[in-house]
C-alpha cells in the first residue's frame, strides 16, 4: 500500500447521528480509504454546542482511538492550523453559515449535509470556494445515500437535463407506501410514522407539508441548469390532503401516488426559465419512480443524449448520510493532495417560471349532482377556461354521484381558475380531489 | 461567462456511432460545455480506419465547422502536440491497447467507451495512467449513459460495498422482458430481436451467452472491491436456456427471471476473495431490478453503510453511451485546468473465489415419475448433497409430474452434484430447470 507516508486531517462541525456515522466510517475503513485518497485520513478536532450531552460510544472510542479533542470552541476547527477539510454536520442556517464562508476564506475544503443551508446560501458559499479555489461539496444535502450531485455535476455535464423527478423524502414516501398498501388514511399512518421516528412529533410539518423535499428540489434545479435557484422560490403543497379515496382512484386507473420534487427548463417567451415545485402527484405504475417503496428516495432525470436515468437509496439515516459524507471528502482529500487549482465555472441566474404558468395534466375528482346536464354544465367550465378534457368518467354511489376527470395538458393558473369556477356550479357540491399527473413522457 | 480565453483540444480514435455522438455533443453543447468545464473544448483531429467510408451527416458538418480533421493516422491524434484528451471510441482490443498505452506514455489523458479493452487489460492502461499522473476515465464501458464508475469509485469511497447485482446487457433484458410479458419463447423473440438490430446477425452470442455482460462485470468488480478482475475470470452462463416455462413458475412464485451480473466480496478460509458470475436468476418481483423493463440496464449495490443503491437508464445507443464520454471529458479537462497531480493509489490482487464454492440459493424442476416414493427419493438425493430444501410443490400434467423445489442457500458445487445425482435417480426423468435465486437480502 502506499500513501502511508501523508496524512489530513478531517475536523466537524457537530457530533449527531451523521457525525457519529462520519467518525465511525472513518476510523471502521480507515485503511480502505488510506489506499483510495493516497494518504491517511486523520480525524481531527470535532466542535459540538454541548459537551457535556450523550454521544455516540462508538464514535467517542474511535475519536479517542484517533487522539481528538471533543471542543465547544469551532474555531478549534474553523481555520485551524492543520485541518485541512470541515465537514459540517451540525444543521440549521445559524451559525452554520458564518461557520463555514469563515473555513472556506481561510481556505479550508468543506463537506456538509445542510440542505437548508445549500438551499438558501449555497451560491454565496460556492462563490467564496471558488474565490479561494477549494472544495465545497454537498452530497449528502440531497437524498442522502444516492450519488446525485456528483452525477449531475459531472457525468451529465456534456448533455443537457430537461427535467428532474424526485422522491425526495423518506417519510413522506413511507407513509404514501402505508396508505396505498393498506388502504388507510394519512392520519393513523402519520401517528404511526411518528411513533416510529419517521417523523417528527408534535410537528411533522417539515416532512408532510413539504419543506424538506422543497430545500432538496432547489439544490437540484440549481445543478441541473447550472443557476442560483433557492428555497423559496420553489412552489410547496404537502401530502395533507391526499386521502385513501384519492389513492384508489389511482389505482383503478393505473396510476400510484407520489410527493414528487419537479424541476425543469422551459421556454417562456423565447428566454429560458427554471420551473421548480413540490407537490403529490399521479405516477403511471410502470414508471420507475412507482415502485420506489418505504422510505427510500429515488431520483428520475431525463436528459436529452443520456435519455432517462434513475438514482434509487436510502434518503436518510446515520450511516446512509455519513457515507455520502465520507465519499465527499475522499475526493475533496485527493483533490488537496493533487495541488488542484479548481478552474471558475460560470452559474446563471434564470427567470422562474410563476407556478401559473406552469403547464401540467390534471386528475379532477367533483363530487355531482346526479342529474342530466351535469356533465354538460362541466364540460362546459373546462372549455371557458381553455382545459381540455382528455377522459371521463361518471360514477353514481347511493344518493350522489362522482365524476373522474383526467385533463390534458394545460396551464395550472387556468386549471385553479377552473376549479373554483367548478366550484360555484349549482350542479357540482365539491371539488373533491385535484391532482397533477406526472411522469407520462416515459 | 469565464474561460472563453483558453480551450483543450480533443481527439477522437474512430468515429462510429458513438463516436458521431460525441462529436455531436461537444458542439451542440460547447457553449454549456465551456461554462462547466472553464475552458472551451475544441474537436481535434479524428482518426479513422477507413477515411471513405460514409459517417454521420451531422458529426460531419460539426467536425467541418471545428476545422477538425479526419484522418487514417492515429498518430495525429495518440501522441500529437496540441491534443491533450484523447477518446478511444474504435472499439476491439488490438490496435486500441496498443494507441492508449502510446495516448497516456506521452502524457494525453484518456477517456475510452472499450468495454473488451478495460475488461482485460484495465490494469496495464491504469498504471500506465499513474505513472504519468493523467486521467483514465471508462464510464461509458460499462451500462452506457449509466453513472456507475465515478459513484463506485468516488461517492461510494469512504464505505465498503458487499455486493452488486447488475442489468448489463440490454439485448438480453429485452428478449426476457418479451418473454416474461407474451409468455414466448426465447427463439422467435431472438429472431425479433435481431430485426429491430438490437442483438447482432447471424451470430447473437455476445449478448445472448453473456459475454457481453461478462465483461463488464469484471470492471465492476475490479471497481467494487479495489482489485484487478478480468474478463476470463467471469463465470458465464448465458439465456440461452431458459424457457417460457421457466418464466411462468417464476411468475407464479412472485419472481421474474433477469440475466445478472453479480459481483461479491466473501471470506474465504478467512481471506477475503472476489466472487463475480453472469446468469439468468430469479429475482423477487418487489425487488428494485425487477422493475426494470425492455432495453434499459440497472445496477443494484449493496454497501454496509449506504444500504441499497440503485443506477438506472440506458445502457447502450449513440447518444446515451456519447453522453457518458463527454461526462468523462469534462473532469478530464477540468483537471487538466487545475494542474491535478494525482495521488497513486492501491490496487490489490485478490483470490477469485471457484464457482463451486459460491453460496447460492436454487430453484430446482424436476419431471418425475407420478408414483409413490418420489418424494422421499428425491429429499434424500438433496440431503446426501448437504443441500437444505427450503420448499416444494408436486403437480401431476397428464401422463407426467413435476416436482418444484426451492433451496437454501447450499455450496454451487454441492448442488451441481446434487443435480447430477437427482438425474440418475429412476423416478426423475430429468432436471427441467435448475437456476438461481437473487436479490433476496432486501
Redesign the interface.
Known amino acids: 500500500?502506499?500513501?502511508d507516508q501523508r496524512a489530513l486531517t478531517v475536523g466537524l462541525l457537530g457530533l449527531g447521528v451523521v457525525g457519529s456515522?462520519v467518525v465511525r466510517?472513518?476510523h471502521d475503513?480507515a485503511d480502505?480509504?488510506a489506499?483510495?485518497?493516497?494518504?491517511r485520513l486523520q480525524v481531527g478536532p470535532v466542535a459540538v454546542r454541548d459537551r457535556t450531552k450523550p454521544r455516540d460510544v462508538e464514535a467517542m472510542h474511535a475519536l479517542h482511538a484517533a487522539g481528538a479533542t471533543l471542543t465547544d470552541d469551532p474555531s478549534a476547527v474553523v481555520g485551524a492550523d492543520g485541518v485541512d477539510i470541515v465537514v459540517e454536520v451540525m444543521g440549521g442556517v445559524d451559525p452554520a453559515r458564518d461557520l463555514l464562508l469563515a473555513a472556506l476564506k481561510s481556505g479550508q475544503s468543506v463537506v456538509t449535509a445542510n440542505k437548508e443551508l445549500i438551499a438558501t446560501h449555497g451560491a454565496e458559499l460556492l462563490s467564496a470556494a471558488q474565490e479561494q479555489s477549494v472544495r465545497l461539496e454537498y452530497?449528502a444535502a440531497v437524498a442522502g445515500?444516492?450519488?446525485i450531485i456528483?452525477?449531475m455535476?459531472?457525468?451529465?455535464?456534456?448533455?443537457?437535463v430537461r427535467k428532474v423527478l424526485g422522491i425526495l423524502n423518506g417519510t413522506t414516501n413511507y407513509i404514501l407506501t402505508r396508505m396505498t398498501e393498506e388502504g388507510a388514511d394519512l392520519e393513523p399512518v402519520l401517528a404511526e410514522a411518528q411513533d416510529l421516528g419517521y417523523a417528527e412529533k408534535p410537528d411533522p410539518s417539515a416532512d408532510v407539508d413539504g419543506h424538506d423535499a422543497a430545500a432538496k428540489a432547489a439544490i437540484l434545479a440549481s445543478l441541473a441548469f447550472?443557476a442560483e435557484v433557492t428555497r423559496d422560490q420553489v412552489f410547496t403543497e404537502g401530502i395533507r390532503d391526499v386521502t385513501a379515496t384519492d389513492i384508489a382512484h389511482a389505482h383503478r386507473m393505473g396510476y400510484v401516488i407520489k410527493l414528487l420534487g419537479i424541476a425543469e427548463e422551459v421556454e417562456v417567451d423565447g428566454q429560458r426559465a427554471i420551473g421548480v415545485r413540490v407537490h403529490p402527484a399521479w405516477v403511471p405504475a410502470?414508471h420507475?419512480l412507482a415502485?420506489?417503496?418505504e422510505a427510500?428516495n429515488a431520483i428520475f432525470v431525463q436528459?436529452?443524449?443520456?435519455?432517462?436515468?434513475?438514482?434509487?437509496?436510502?434518503g436518510a439515516?446515520s450511516?446512509?448520510t455519513?457515507?455520502?459524507?465520507?465519499?465527499d471528502?475522499?475526493?475533496a482529500a485527493?483533490?488537496l493532495?493533487?495541488?488542484?487549482?479548481?478552474?471558475?465555472?460560470?452559474v446563471a441566474r434564470k427567470p422562474i417560471r410563476p407556478i401559473d404558468d406552469a403547464i401540467v395534466q390534471y386528475y379532477v375528482l367533483l363530487d355531482v349532482l346526479d342529474e342530466a346536464g351535469v356533465l354538460a354544465a362541466v364540460a362546459a367550465t373546462f372549455g371557458d377556461h381553455d382545459v381540455s378534457i382528455k377522459s371521463v368518467w361518471q360514477e353514481g354511489e347511493e344518493d350522489h354521484a362522482q365524476l373522474l376527470l383526467v385533463t390534458h395538458a394545460a396551464r395550472e393558473g387556468n386549471v385553479q381558475a377552473c376549479a373554483a369556477a367548478l366550484e360555484e356550479l349549482d350542479v357540482v357540491r365539491s371539488v373533491a380531489s385535484l391532482m397533477r399527473v406526472e411522469g407520462r413522457e416515459v
Not at 153 to 160: F, I, K, T, W
Not at 303 to 313: K, N, Q, R, S
Not at 322 to 327: E, F, I, N
Not at 337 to 346: F, K, T, Y
Open positions: 500500500m502506499t500513501g456515522g466510517l472513518l475503513h480502505e480509504i489506499g483510495r485518497v493516497g494518504a452530497e445515500a444516492i450519488p456528483k452525477p455535476r459531472e457525468s451529465l455535464a456534456g448533455d443537457r447550472d410502470e420507475p415502485s420506489v417503496r427510500f436528459a436529452d443524449a443520456a435519455g432517462a436515468l434513475m438514482f434509487y437509496g436510502r439515516g450511516l446512509p455519513a457515507s455520502a459524507v465520507v465519499g471528502v475522499v475526493p485527493r483533490a493532495l493533487a495541488g488542484e487549482q479548481l478552474p471558475r465555472v460560470s
